[in-house]
């Protein structure tokens, strides 16, 4: 078991066929996941590609995470939580300038946790692309307008994913309060063979 301290980052391999776990150890804690083609850097993750095949905006248990190429990246195999979030980019300074009025000089991003984790694969910054938000809960009314609001994920709650083609995978204890009902935790990981 490894565990990604609150308001960090780790970026590790996954070959095609192992099974990652991602667990909210005490709840109320998002991560925020990238995924890379290990073979070629160039495909990654994409929002409107997985939520274009899935035909949906609730990505869980049964559906696949697509690349910018429209190939599967991941299958969800087991979701304990059922919501998580496919909609929003990674909190970055900007995030804090813009959204949180309260905001006063550095604080820790998402953004920054995937890239400096990333830099070891030789990933740039501006190679990160929206982020599969584990146990976030974004809500939208019939108006489309978004808010954020607490995870509904409890201690234990976790994401089994299988990885269909080798991956660089980076994940975040994810560093923004309005995610995570105020309080930051640590978000533990496991590679299945």
């Not at 694969?121 to 489309?144: C, H, L, S, W, Y």
Request: proline share 4%; net charge negative.
């Amino acid at each position: 078991m490894q565990v990604i301290k609150k308001q960090s980052g780790a970026a590790f391999k996954l070959k095609k066929g192992q099974k990652l776990k991602v667990i909210d150890a005490e709840g109320e804690q998002v991560s925020d996941m990238v995924l890379f083609n290990a073979k070629d850097r160039r495909e990654k993750i994409s929002s409107g590609k997985t939520l274009d095949f899935e035909e949906s905006v609730l990505i869980s248990s049964g559906h696949f995470l697509w690349s910018n190429r429209s190939n599967k990246m991941a299958e969800i195999l087991e979701d304990t939580n059922g919501r998580n979030d496919f909609l929003l980019a990674p909190c970055s300074p900007e995030t804090f300038k813009v959204m949180y009025d309260d905001y006063d000089g550095y604080h820790p991003s998402c953004f920054e946790n995937l890239y400096t984790s990333l830099e070891e694969f030789e990933i740039q910054p501006d190679d990160i692309p929206t982020a599969f938000n584990i146990f976030m809960n974004v809500q939208f009314d019939e108006k489309g307008k978004i808010s954020v609001e607490p995870p509904l994920s409890k201690a234990g709650d976790y994401v089994l994913f299988e990885a269909k083609m080798d991956l660089i995978v980076a994940l975040t204890a994810c560093s923004a309060e309005d995610s995570n009902n105020g309080s930051f935790k640590p978000i533990h990981y496991e590679i299945v063979k």
